[in-house]
């Protein structure tokens, strides 16, 4: 299965409010650009101050979905680091673990993930 950089686009506004369901906190724009890694840019109005995610990712399939990932989050003039953020705010998800590199998914379908030329590459068991 090929998933192109603006279907992933498309897949992560859908997510967004499953996975980070505040209402104050509204994604306003999301760009992702895939080459060997995936590279992110968000704006979010979080409790009505404009904030900015910056990240770069790569993903891999062990057992667990990997995904290896950097970013900053610019809250006002705060700078934020991504995981740490992450960790607090889907802390209740069972099925994700986030750790200072990476976040790990639960996996019984993937068998691999590759980045390509705008394109996600997924390959099933």
Do not use: W
Not at 24 to 38: H, R, S
């Amino acid at each position: 299965m090929l998933i192109n950089q603006n279907e992933l686009e498309k897949l992560c506004k859908y997510l967004y409010p499953k996975l980070f369901d505040y209402k104050d906190i509204v994604l306003n724009n999301l760009e992702i650009k895939i080459d060997n890694y995936i590279h992110i840019k968000a704006n979010l109005n979080y409790y009505n101050i404009d904030t900015k995610l910056k990240a770069i990712a790569r993903i891999r399939v062990e057992n667990e979905i990997i995904i290896d990932i950097k970013g900053v989050i610019k809250y006002g003039i705060i700078n934020l680091d991504l995981n740490k953020v992450l960790k607090e705010t889907v802390k209740d998800i069972p099925y994700l673990v986030i750790n200072d590199e990476s976040i790990i998914i639960d996996n019984e379908y993937i068998k691999d993930i590759k980045l390509k030329d705008e394109y996600v590459s997924i390959e099933l068991k």
